[in-house]
């Protein structure tokens, strides 16, 4: 302690003499220094040189901590001199804004890569999941048959069942086809499993009946296919069944088939002819309060119905001139089947009476299937019909050209109607041109009775060929703007004999008169139909003795012979 003492003494002295050689070199007195602090740093190195008085400079080890530290305050001050992350709102467009942007998209990249799964995870069931457990689960769980369901509660197999090596096929599948719209009679039995060469033979044998065309869409098909000869070929076809026409039915079967036996003979084809009657059905009634209620209350078809209203609407005011005390008689075509079929036709004869006295009476005639009246009058229109359904934007007269710009005839009318419009023929008629007409642009002229004529102008496509005939309110073609127009519309012209005039000044109505023998087989027809009686067609046919059907159970056939012997 002594020691230090001394040494604290001499180094206080040597500070004295310091400070005042300093106040005599400069000439004026100094601050002095802290007196403590010079002190702890003189004790300090004292008591170092003590505990090691050999070593000339003494290091304190560092710790790993301060290392990290050291490291950690660096690599901050590293990275802050690179400028990773530049505000890109500042400076855009220069090297460090560029630097900032791919920073960004490097780092949105990287983010995508490590992007999470949003795949659904599985969990583990509670429940051990063996081979038995899961064919126990597989034996009741709900799915279609194809994808390997089992039907019914049963047990799974287990170990001790011991499988087959194969299993027995059943020795026949039977399954019912219907023909789509569309579709062919191959492909519908292609894809009931058919084979092709049994297609081959049975479009053949079918077609030797009847077109293969002709059989109408919807016609349900029976077919029965046989055993196969041996794993993986088509079955070979047995039967093919199916109602051809109303009077007509199919039968293919393959002859010579024996009992047990995976293949037989050839296929042969066996036509079954129905017996059918055409008696048309006849029907009578009151209007009462609806006329449609009546009539379908009656056992009329829909259909029917409809063409009985459309056919003395063109003839009489329905809302006027029908009573509730009139009495409708409408005769449609009918064919009765002797296997129980019946299929309803076209109006034949459309009637109306009162007080017992007919007062319309229309019967159908001809290949057009046009309405006459009794005296062989054609039916009559109540005027034309308009070709658009649209307002009249021109009239008939003298009017400035839009186009030309000067004044001259505007030969026609002219319907405001959009693109593609259906136009109608405004009677009935003959096409007399079709096709390009100069600044009419598409143009379709029709020639009526009376010796008039009309033509639609500015057609975008015509749909009527020159020499067709063409029934009132047909489509004959579709607005557009073709030739000299401004727009789409309809220019619509009448000419009598070959002259224009005014289209709303003319309302004239369809006749057609029947003569010489046509006339009088008109009139024999037409009391054919009245005499036929009503509701006699819907009376089942007597079957004949070869009609019969034989039972198919054994307790049948002993009842029928029973009842034979009686």
Known sequence: ??????????????????????????????????????????????????????????????????????????AARWIDGIDLTPDLAQNIGSRRWFRGLGTMIGLGAVALAFWPSMAPLEARTAMPQDDNVRDEFRSQMIMPLALGAD?????????????????????????????????????????????????????????????????????????????????????????????????????????????????????????????????????????????????????????????????????INMDREVASTDEFDIVIAYRRAATGERQAGKLLYAGLERDRKPRTQLMRWGDEGRFFEASGVGEQRNGLVAPVPGQISSRFGMRRHPILGYRRMHSGMDFRARRGTPIVAVTDGTVSSAGRAGGCGIAVKLKH???????????????????????????IGYVGSTGLSTGPHLHYEMYRGGKAINPASVKFVTRAQLSGAELADFRRQLSKLKEVEVGAALQDLTPLNNEAEEPLREIEKIDLAARTAE
């Open 449 to 475: 009775g009376g010796n008039l004529s009309t033509r639609y102008c500015h057609m975008s496509r015509m749909s009527v060929q020159r020499g067709q005939q063409v029934r009132r309110g047909q489509v």
């Open 151 to 315: 039907s019914g509660r049963r047990m799974g197999p287990t170990a001790k069942v011991i499988p087959l090596a194969s299993a027995p096929e059943r020795p026949q599948i039977s399954m019912l086809a219907t023909l789509a719209p569309g579709d062919s009679f191959a492909s519908m039995l292609r894809r009931a499993g058919v084979s092709s060469g049994d297609i081959g033979q049975v479009s053949a044998l079918v077609g030797q009946a009847m077109p293969l065309a002709e059989i109408e869409p919807g016609t349900q098909i029976d077919i029965v296919l046989g055993r196969r000869a041996e794993e993986g070929v088509p079955r070979p076809l047995d039967t093919l069944k199916f109602r051809a026409r109303f009077d007509l039915e199919l039968e293919v079967a393959r002859q010579g088939v024996a009992e047990g036996a995976s293949t037989g003979g050839m296929l042969a084809l066996q036509k079954n002819v129905i017996r059918v009657d055409d008696t048309p059905l006849r029907v009578r009634g009151f209007v009462g309060a609806s006329l449609y209620r009546s009539m379908r209350a009656a056992g009329v078809p829909a259909s029917a119905v409809q063409d009985y209203i459309k056919a003395l609407d063109n003839q």
């Open 1 to 74: 302690m002594d020691h230090i003492r001394d040494i604290s003494e001499g180094t206080a002295g040597q500070h004295d003499d310091l400070s005042e050689g300093a106040n005599d070199a400069s000439g004026g007195p100094k601050p002095d220094l802290d007196t403590s602090h010079r002190l702890g740093l003189d004790l300090e190195k004292a008591a170092a040189d003590i505990h090691e008085p050999d070593s000339p400079v003494s290091s304190r080890p560092v710790s790993r901590a301060e290392r990290y530290s050291e490291w950690k305050h660096s």
